[in-house]
């Protein structure tokens, strides 16, 4: 079985690479829940939704040109593209990408403790499907 050692993870958003700005990153897919439960059932029944994904990512903050800030201010509210990879390398069958369209759902530009990193975290959400890819590129 092959593990991954999850440090150089690749992450784009909006047509820029902020791989070397991330500090972590996390994928999250699911799906809703219904109930199907109906009169005469003893125990509840459940049912798969719609799915939904989002990514929680933690960037240390850099103003510079076509970095997070300049990336991720205007597109608060606003539906964006995205891929991430485990590693940032070619896709494989090891090392699939995901990718989709989704809304950046918050961002925090500024914030942190005298003498620490200055830490910029944001949040993207579901606008469309997810998609997962292995076939190389």
């Known amino acids: ?3 991954v050692h999850f440090r150089n993870a690749y ?3 909006n047509g820029v690479d902020l791989s070397d700005d991330v500090e972590s990153v996390s994928l999250s897919f699911g799906a809703e829940t219904l109930d199907e439960t109906a009169m005469g059932d003893t125990t ?7 799915l939904t994904w989002s990514i929680d990512l933690n960037f240390h903050q850099d103003y510079a040109a076509s970095q997070v800030e300049a990336t991720l201010f205007s597109l608060v509210g606003t539906t964006t593209c995205f891929e991430l990879r485990p590693l940032n390398s070619c ?5 699939p990408s995901y990718s989709g369209i989704g809304i ?3 961002y925090q530009p500024m914030g942190g403790s005298v003498g620490s990193l200055l830490d910029a975290p944001a ?3 579901s606008a469309g499907s997810l998609t997962r890819s292995v076939a190389a590129s």
């Open 123 to 125: 949040t993207i959400v």
């Open 11 to 13: 992450t784009w958003v």
């Open 91 to 95: 896709t494989t069958t090891i090392n």
């Open 104 to 106: 950046l759902e918050s």
């Open 44 to 50: 509840r029944v459940n049912k798969g939704g719609l």
């Open 1 to 3: 079985m092959a593990t």
